[in-house]
């Protein structure tokens, strides 16, 4: 059993501003991918718990929550926001320790939820209804109304910035949340709950309820009393979700997975793009939906950049999350595991390695680590060049042309982010607007960044928007008043 003191009062569910244990009674182990020791147990959440979650969230909206106005909602986002960002060192640990992402990656991921909630915050009382011109005895105007309870479920990658940018925009609308994180990663979602309801969050405006995806999270996503749900997973969970809030036809927001490619043109910036095309790859240990996993490259500067990207990769280093190298473990050894599999696939298609970091020399030997890899001259139809690898694996593909380049990037099934870098004003439009992508970024690169941008999928990436002020439409409904004051 480790010593690390999670400062947190209780690891079981949270519901109706309450620390309740789980019906079950059972808990499950997390583990400390850094050294494979144990780190805490968290509730078991099942279907008792989520029904209990969902009714205290509706008893919310018919008590304090639902009375508080937009301005008080507000204030309220920004004293949450103020007060985490006095808690970021707490909350880094907390994600470090709990997923293995290094120190700072995770203190960058509190600062951003607080960023978040003072975004959110400082919206809430912005969005308006429209008035509409219609026949001469009416009047007609609408409604932003809350859906109601929303459910959230949370991937392990980015626990604080994906309950920022989804709960945090629910919220703001007057929605009641019920939050089901990752099994892998539960603590920053508890210690949000618990700084929350300390700022004064009405008791049952969010109920987080940790636990299994196939127990809690099914329960949640197929629950008849919820009016949203907001996911962000593999594509495969996605379906499964979709399928069960289509039964109670619960509308839904699905940010799934990606391979998003950056494109280098012969004009490239290059001495600008390397630390972006590498980044982009490696930041989070490549697990990021959003991560940059195919660098598309011109013929004529491909051997420039090829050996550039090596050098930088050639000082990256692997190590414990809370010694801060570039890149901690992965989350799991199932996922070391999976990526591993990708590996193997190169090494027996003889596709070569032309760069990869390096461990450090006190590594734990029960840690998820794994180096990170470039990939040289990888054929664009090939597995490793269509597949979400979700570890820190890059491939390098060459172009010919400006024609070749938009049908290499749109050749996989998603289409999250996408980076242009070229000095051409006419190529950056032409790109732009021919890649198939939620965002596109010309000459720099965002993964995960930008709580004012609206993020979201083609194709298998997903759909629904969420960050920036268009979340704040996705979590409300729509509702047309046409008033006849005729004689
Ligand atoms: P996952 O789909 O296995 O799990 C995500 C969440 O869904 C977890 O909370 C899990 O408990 C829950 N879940 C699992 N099965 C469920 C079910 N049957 N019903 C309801 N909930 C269920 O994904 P993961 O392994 O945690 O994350 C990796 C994947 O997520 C990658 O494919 C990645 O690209 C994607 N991702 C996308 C984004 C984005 O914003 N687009 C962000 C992060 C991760």
Redesign the pocket.
Known sequence: MSTFNTNLENTCCFIGGEWIAPTSGDFLELTDPSDGSNLCSIARGQKADIDLAVCAAHTALSGDWGSMTAAERGRLLFKISAEITKNVEWLAELEARDVGKPLSQARNDAIALARYLEFYGGAADKVHGQTIPYLNDYTVYTLREPHGVTGH??????PMQ?IGRSVGAALTMGNACVL????EACLTALAFAKIAHDCGLPEGALNVVPG???EA??A??GHPDIQHVS???????GV??QT?AAQNVTPVTL????KSPQVVFEDANIDRAIAFLINAGIQNAGQT?SASSRILVHKSIYETVRKRMSAAYSALTVGPAMSDHSLGPLVSKRQKELVDGFLDLAKRDKISIAAQGKYVADLPKDGAYILPTLLDNVPFEHPLAQD?I?GPVQVLIPFENEAEAIAIANSTDYG?VAGIWTKDGGRQMRMAKAIRSGQIFINNYGAGGGVELPFG?YGK??HGREKGFEALYGFSTLKTVANWHGE
């Not at 479920?153 to 980015?158: D, R, T």
């Not at 940010?255 to 990606?258: N, P, T, V």
Request: glycine letters at 18%; aromatic letters at 10%; charged letters at 15%.
């Open positions: 479920i949370v991937p392990w990658n980015y994906i089901k994180p990752a099994e299994l995806g196939s999270g099914a949640l996503s996911f962000t997973g593999s594509v495969a969970t499964k979700i069960a940010e799934l997975g990606g939906c979400e979700f999250l999928g990436s997903g």
